[in-house]
């Protein structure tokens, strides 16, 4: 319950690959797994269905990220600090089109 919590905002601001959160999202699966003593074929949906329906309630990285990021980036958009969206330009891209392109993953969709 602490420690993904933690990695939110730095996931968030790294803008971590998709490859790399389906990594991260099986790594934690399987300790999660490994310290529950559960077999390793136990469904993935045990861990992700919410605690009122009967499971852990553990967030789905692969999704969550992307959307946070696209949230932020939305709102630095939408930011009427000429600073705050200035600081924001990653590497001469354009904020709406890396809105737009988070948003075709197929995570998002």
């Known amino acids: ?8 905002f ?3 601001l790294s803008e971590v690959s998709q490859n790399n959160l ?3 999202d099986q790594l934690i ?3 999660t797994k490994e310290i529950l003593h559960l077999p390793p074929h136990v469904t993935d949906g045990l861990l992700y269905t919410s605690n009122r329906s009967g499971g852990l309630g553990m967030p789905r990285l692969e999704v969550q ?3 946070a990021i696209v949230r932020k980036r939305e709102a630095l958009e939408k930011s009427t600090d000429m600073v705050i969206r200035a ?3 990653y590497r001469e891209e354009n904020n709406t089109d890396t809105i737009r392109g988070l948003r075709r993953l197929k995570v998002l969709k």
Not at 1 to 6: A, L
């Open 1 to 8: 319950t602490h420690v993904i919590p933690r990695m939110y």
């Open 10 to 12: 730095h996931l968030i």
């Open 22 to 24: 389906r990594k991260l």
């Open 29 to 31: 699966r399987n300790t």
């Open 65 to 67: 990220i992307p959307s």
């Open 87 to 89: 600081s924001f330009q």
